[in-house]
């Protein structure tokens, strides 16, 4: 289902009051949340509404969807370092339930095992905040990664690698490889919420509505999610 909304800021107040809204039906409920541009008005507004409201997050936990290889989580690219930044240094969170996958794991395929097991002994997650890649990746499953998998290593593509060198002093800087959760990891979500705004994401959205289901353009996994909610702004929907 597309909602379509004025700016980023009116996407932020609506996902801000839905996640509200879960905390407080479950004060320990299980978010899984995501990194990028597009969650930063997001997390702002979610943090100064959960300040106003006086709302309890110490019994949350979470699960981000991806981390690089090879930058520790005090580097300041890391999505470690991001979600302190954003969200976690912001509201008294009990830091042992945050999660996300390790960079700097050495046993890289256990890591990955433990992760997706623990994300299903979490009771699963509530809500899947997500964004999208130019190319429809979700989290960091590039185009051609099977809809059945789980939580990986992967090597990102040239254009992933480009989009995001906007982060880092130079395009050497930019990881090869990430930690990233699987599409049947985010599929197995209750309910997720694809944020996507901006003109540059206008044509990946076309493809989306054009297309089929396909590996190819990884986030059109989510047409076989029945509680997926795709809010965009009037820049990412202007080729709808
Ligand atoms: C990265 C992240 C994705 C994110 C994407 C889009 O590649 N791994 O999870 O959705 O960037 O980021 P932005 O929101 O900055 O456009």
Do not use: W
């Not at 960079?103 to 395929?109: S, V």
């Amino acid at each position: 289902m597309f909602l379509v909304f004025p700016d980023s800021a009116a996407i932020a107040a609506h996902l801000s009051t839905r996640l509200q809204d879960i905390i407080r039906q479950d004060p320990q409920a299980t978010l899984g949340l995501a990194t990028g541009g597009t969650m930063e008005p997001i997390y702002a507004r979610f943090v100064q509404d959960v300040r106003t409201n006086g709302l309890d997050v110490s019994g949350i936990s979470s699960f981000n969807l991806d981390e690089y290889v090879g930058l520790s989580a005090t580097h300041e690219q890391s999505y470690a370092y991001y979600m302190r930044q954003h969200l976690f240094d912001q509201l008294p969170f009990d830091a042992t339930r945050l999660h996300l996958p390790n960079g700097l794991a050495t046993e890289q395929e256990q890591h990955c095992q433990q992760y997706s097991a623990a994300i299903a002994a979490s009771g699963g997650v509530a809500l899947q905040l997500l964004g999208v890649g130019t190319n429809g990746h979700i989290g960091f499953n590039e185009p051609g990664t099977p809809f059945d998998s789980h939580t990986h290593v992967v090597a990102l593509s040239e254009r992933t690698r480009i989009d995001n060198s906007r982060f880092f002093d130079s395009m050497d800087e930019v990881p090869a490889s990430a930690i990233t959760m699987g599409i049947a990891d985010i599929l197995s979500a209750r309910e997720i919420a694809l944020v996507v705004t901006g003109e540059h994401k206008a044509r990946t959205m076309l493809n989306y509505q054009q297309g089929g289901i396909t590996p190819e353009l990884p986030f059109t996994a989510l047409k076989q999610h029945a509680n997926t909610h795709i809010l965009l702004d009037e820049a990412a929907a202007s080729l709808l």
